[in-house]
């Protein structure tokens, strides 16, 4: 290489460093890189093995929501009933379960029920025109109220050597939990990136009233998208009730904040139209890594939340200049 | 004056007779005739509210309307949506819904026509053919923009104009209908866009133009015909009329 072209290469190296847009694209894979750098030098245990391995295995639910939130706020919509819809899909895996119908026919109702909540989720928006956010903040509450009359608010066992295995073991350097997220990465990229599907998505989440001009049915496409972060949710409840054992009637809110935080720091816009897999699955990543780290340095639980609120307003400010 | 008649002609494309249209009680438009004939850019003047996008929406499926007959390539009654229309080749390119922003141009050239890939179960997208297609239709029409895989947004108003209209004649679409192409252009993407219809015509597409351009009309039409307050008023041949003539015709001076 010559001197001269050593030296573009270099000053196009710091434009690229110094252009806020390339922080902004990039804010979840800086940000997670950030948190190794830091946490590894602050606690070496962090980089371990081990500690990688769980926190892969912890990141896997989160990832698995946050590919659902994303194709809903693709459509500019957003999910507020995916917490919700984990837990009713964790109720009827154990209910059904504990009725004796056996494993896979829980887990496969299990999935069907969240599935339905999204469908349902997105035919009232498209063809009730209610805002997403009222709908899905209604079906929110609707569906915890359903999970407590259900379970009758106490949780279920679910003792099934399926799950367990699921839970606990392993395929190569990662357990199947975290292969199921990779799955899932894998799947979703495509269908946004090399299906006529996800271009009807970003199309619609864009403008959608170019897009039903150009023949695109908005409608559908947004129930679909609706339907898939149902979907994620069924996957990630049977997640969820292989890694503790029980059906719980109890929300976690965090995944719900954590899932919208993940597709924010990921580099989608909120406004629809922009968005990719691979940015919210790193950033669901690099939240389960903050919190890891911080459990590793002996920092209270309590400064998570600050900390994890924190990161995603500044992930926000930084989307400002994205181009 | 009174109303144009004329039974359509077989060199018509598109045509209507008797065409009626109210909203309610508002009445955009009465018992309007109107032609455009084969290989011929046709264009339809008026003043605000004289009824030429009511018109135009009815004639592409947009509106139905409420009496009258309209005729594609002699046939009657052709499309009761706009999906029809397009699927018997008439291509619109709206005022302000012609481009999704965040998509790049590629994208937008095969919005909702992508071309794909068969494997198996699955239809995965053919991206490199549609870029390579997307600069064949560029070229062909001779539209500069720095890259098909740009994202639209980044365009100014001139390109994003230009791309509507390839990708509504990218098609193989036999008629475009243009609502106003050029109103909210500056004077040298004005000209190219002009340049770009011209071309159309050239590669035998037919064109219906509404606008408020008189002097661009006059430029680039063959056929006009005047609109006013709900009526065809007027169709003369764009050689043989004046820009005086025009602004009588309109506005009920004539």
């Not at chain 1, 896979?104 to 339905?116: D, E, G, K, N, Y």
């Not at chain 1, 909540?117 to 609707?142: E, H, Q």
């Not at chain 1, 929300?251 to 139209?273: C, E």
């Not at chain 2, 679409?173 to 050029?182: F, Y």
Request: proline share 3%; hydrophobic share 50%; with cysteine.
């Amino acid at each position: 290489m010559t001197a001269g072209a050593a030296e573009e290469s270099r000053s196009s190296l710091s434009a690229l460093l110094l252009d806020p847009s390339f922080w902004a694209d990039w804010a979840s894979v800086v940000g997670l890189v950030g948190l190794v750098i830091v946490f590894g030098i602050a606690q070496p245990v962090f980089l371990s093995v081990a500690n990688l391995q769980a926190l892969l295995l912890a990141a896997a639910i989160l990832v698995v929501l946050s590919i659902g939130q994303t194709f809903v706020v693709a459509t500019s919509g957003i999910d507020l009933s995916l917490a919700a819809a984990v837990m009713l899909g964790a109720i009827i895996l154990g209910l059904v379960n504990a009725a004796g119908w056996g494993i896979f026919a829980a887990c496969v109702l299990a999935v069907l029920a969240t599935s339905a909540v999204g469908f349902l989720n997105g035919v009232l928006i498209t063809a009730g025109k209610i805002p997403d956010f009222v709908v899905t903040l209604g079906a929110l509450s609707g569906i915890t109220g359903l999970g407590l009359i259900l379970s009758g608010g106490e949780p279920t066992m679910v003792g099934s050597t399926f799950l367990l295995r699921l839970a606990s073991g392993s395929f190569g350097p990662f357990g199947y939990p975290v292969w199921v997220a990779i799955a899932a990465v894998i799947v979703a990229h495509v269908a946004l990136y090399h299906t006529r599907f996800g271009v009807h998505l970003l199309a619609t989440g864009g403008q959608a009233e170019s897009a039903s001009a150009l023949g695109i049915r908005t409608g559908r496409v947004k129930i679909a998208a609706y339907t898939i972060s149902g979907f994620c949710a069924g996957i990630a409840s049977l997640l969820l009730v292989a890694r503790i054992g029980s059906a719980e009637p109890l929300i976690n809110t965090s995944l719900l904040l954590n899932s919208v935080a993940a597709v924010v720091l990921g580099g989608v816009s909120l406004f629809g139209g922009r968005a990719s897999i691979l940015g919210p699955a790193i950033g669901a990543l690099m939240l389960t890594a903050l919190v890891n780290g911080l459990t590793l340095l002996s920092v209270s639980a309590f400064y998570q939340p600050l900390a994890v609120g924190a990161i995603v307003v500044l992930a926000a400010l930084i989307m400002r200049y994205q181009k | 004056m009174s109303a144009v008649h004329h039974t359509p002609s077989t060199e018509a494309i598109l045509a209507c007779d008797g065409l009626s249209k109210h909203f309610g009680g508002i009445r955009a438009f009465t018992d309007v005739a109107f032609q455009a004939r084969r290989g011929e850019v046709t264009a339809v003047i008026g003043d605000n509210g004289a009824g030429k996008s009511t018109l135009i929406r009815c004639l592409v499926g947009v509106h139905a309307p409420d009496g009258g007959e309209i005729f594609f390539d002699g046939r009657p009654h052709p499309f009761s949506n706009p999906d029809e229309a397009r699927k018997a080749g008439i291509e619109t390119v709206h005022q302000n819904l012609a481009l999704i922003d965040e998509l790049t141009v590629a994208q937008n050239l095969f919005l909702n026509r992508e071309i794909v890939r068969r494997i198996g179960p699955f239809a995965l997208l053919d991206r490199k053919a549609m870029k390579t297609q997307a600069r064949a239709m560029l070229s062909r029409l001779s539209i500069n923009v720095p890259s098909v895989t740009q994202r639209v947004r980044r365009l100014s108003g001139g390109q994003r104009q230009a791309i509507s209209i390839c990708r509504a004649a990218g098609s193989g679409a036999k008629l475009v209908v243009m609502d106003e192409p050029t109103a909210a252009l500056g004077v040298q993407e004005t000209g190219n866009v002009e340049a770009l219809i011209r071309r159309l015509r050239e590669q035998g597409v037919s064109v219906i133009l509404v606008s408020h351009n008189f002097d661009q009309v006059r430029r680039l039409s063959d056929q006009i015909w005047v609109m006013r307050a709900g009526r065809m008023a007027a169709t003369v041949r764009a050689s043989e009329t004046t820009g005086n003539e025009l602004v009588a015709l309109v506005t009920g001076a004539a």
